[in-house]
């Protein structure tokens, strides 16, 4: 069965450094991956998916993520965090002609000035 | 602008009170999860339908909850009776057909059960 872990329940960044939030994936063939952000009050936006392809996927607002089959990895990146990113970050796990998608536990981030 | 849409936002109920949460997918989208949202639990889904038909609803609690879609346009979540435990944000989400695909997520409705 596919799961989803995100190591990480809460990151503290600097406004301006980089980022890098984990996740981990377990699942048979080739995964579908996604990034969602939760701001608050808000329900979740998708930031980026990978299907096959490239490995380094490109999303919205400036993020990457990395698919590592190997480590069974897709970290989700940021070169300069800014203060607008504080939110919840979701990695989520969907499965080859299935209609779930796993989402794993969440980590919070939180810009300091 | 193509978006989920749920009512109500809030609501504030007594214990074994009914309540009833709609939510209007975007158009054309053939699935639609029902999502719960805790602080000690995460997200959970708890139902999801394709073409109106119900797929998997284990996530719920089946003596009290019960999810519908009267049409492709409206998905219901009701529980009846309500408990303070049942204390969260729902979220409907819709997409097109398969895991693979993006889910949409509505802003949620809060609900608070005293």
């Known amino acids: 069965a596919q799961s989803v872990t995100q190591p990480d329940i809460h990151i503290t960044v600097s406004e301006g450094a980089s980022l890098e939030l984990r996740c981990n994936y377990s699942y048979g ?28 996927v490109q999303g919205i607002k400036g993020f990457e993520a990395e698919f590592k089959r190997s480590q069974s990895s897709f970290n ?32 919070r ?3 300091k000035a | ?17 009914e309540v009833t949460m709609r939510c209007q997918p975007i158009l054309g989208h053939n699935t ?3 999502y719960r949202q805790t602080m000690m639990q995460g997200l959970e889904l708890l139902a999801y339908f394709r ?20 049409d492709a346009t409206l998905a219901t979540l009701k529980i009846q ?19 693979t695909d993006t889910q949409y997520f509505g802003p949620g409705t809060r609900l608070t059960v005293l």
Request: proline share 7%; aromatic share 14%; charged share 20%.
């Open chain 1, 109 to 111: 981030l939180f810009v």
């Open chain 2, 1 to 17: 602008d193509a978006r989920v849409t749920q009512t109500p936002r809030h609501k504030v109920t007594e214990m074994g009170q």
């Open chain 1, 29 to 56: 063939a080739t995964p579908y991956l996604f990034w969602y952000v939760q701001s608050p009050g808000q329900g979740l936006q998708l930031l980026l998916k990978y299907f096959s392809g490239d490995t380094l």
């Open chain 2, 32 to 34: 639609v999860f029902w």
């Open chain 1, 76 to 107: 989700l990146r940021k070169p300069s965090v800014h203060w607008s990113d504080a939110a919840e970050y979701f990695c989520a796990v969907g499965a080859t002609g299935g209609f779930k998608t796993i989402f794993g536990a969440g980590t």
């Open chain 2, 51 to 70: 073409n109106r038909a119900p797929l998997d609803d284990s996530g719920m609690p089946k003596d009290r909850f019960s999810a519908e879609m009267p």
């Open chain 2, 81 to 99: 009776p309500s408990e303070p435990r049942d204390s969260a944000v729902y979220f409907c989400a819709s997409g097109l057909d398969r895991s």
